[in-house]
């Protein structure tokens, strides 16, 4: 089955360090890629997604690029900002599936 | 502009307890999905449905039960509540192809006592 691997937080960063958050994905198939971020006591809201080979999804100056013969789609933010503190997920869908998640990672940035 | 709309946000029941999450979407998607989010577990997939009258099993369906009269709700029923059933709950509604994301509603928080 799919599955999706993410790097174990939390991940402490200071303001306007790069961030780097690692996710690996098995699939059967070729999934679209997509990562969702979550604010303390909200939702789920996508941040950016790629739906083939090469492609580069970005938004909000992050970046993450579909990596087909590793299996990666790791996330990067040149320089982060304390209201990017949250916990990031990096999940799969293939075909009419619901989405696959990893465990999510969260990211606490300090001032 | 709605979205995916949740109720209630939280609730406390006690074990046996029954009750049934409400979910809406005004998007006319064909796609809507229940997940529960555990500590260090991401989400996990409970039913979801592919178009109304179509319901199907996740990944952890036990202890829930959905229907989908219509295209806009989706309710998640809890038959008899047990405290692992403790959870966030999530709805989330997609246009059926695979490379459109889903969007989810806010959530609600489900203590179990």
């Known amino acids: 089955g799919n599955s999706v691997t993410q790097m174990e937080g939390p991940v402490t960063l200071s303001e306007e360090a790069f961030l780097t958050i690692n996710c690996t994905y098995t699939?059967?198939?070729?999934?679209?890629l997509f990562w969702y971020v979550q604010y303390p006591g909200e939702g789920l809201q996508l941040l950016l997604k790629a739906t083939k080979a090469d492609d580069k999804g970005s938004n909000k100056g992050f970046e993450a690029t579909y990596r087909k013969e590793t299996t990666s789609f790791h996330l990067e933010k040149g320089s982060v900002q304390v209201s990017d503190s949250a916990v990031y997920f990096c999940?799969?869908?293939?075909?009419?599936?619901?989405?696959?998640f990893g465990s999510g990672t969260r990211l606490q940035v300090q001032p | 502009n709605a979205g995916v709309t949740q109720t209630p946000k939280f609730q406390v029941l006690k074990t046996g307890q029954s009750m049934t999450l409400q979910c809406a979407q005004d998007m006319n998607h064909e796609y809507m999905s229940w997940y529960r989010q555990d500590p260090g577990m991401g989400l996990r997939l409970i039913h979801y449905?592919?178009?109304?009258?179509?319901?199907d099993q996740g990944e952890v369906p036990n202890g829930y039960n959905v229907s989908r009269s219509t295209t806009e709700d989706f309710p998640l029923r809890l038959l008899s509540a047990a405290p692992s059933q403790t959870s966030v709950y999530f709805c989330?509604?997609?246009?059926?192809?695979?490379?459109?994301?889903?969007?989810f509603g806010d959530g609600t928080r489900l203590s179990i006592l």
């Open positions: 449905s592919v178009g109304a009258g179509i319901t």
């Open positions: 989330a509604s997609s246009e059926g192809v695979g490379n459109q994301p889903q969007h």
């Open positions: 999940a799969l869908r293939e075909g009419r599936r619901a989405l696959t």
């Open positions: 699939a059967t198939g070729y999934p679209s």
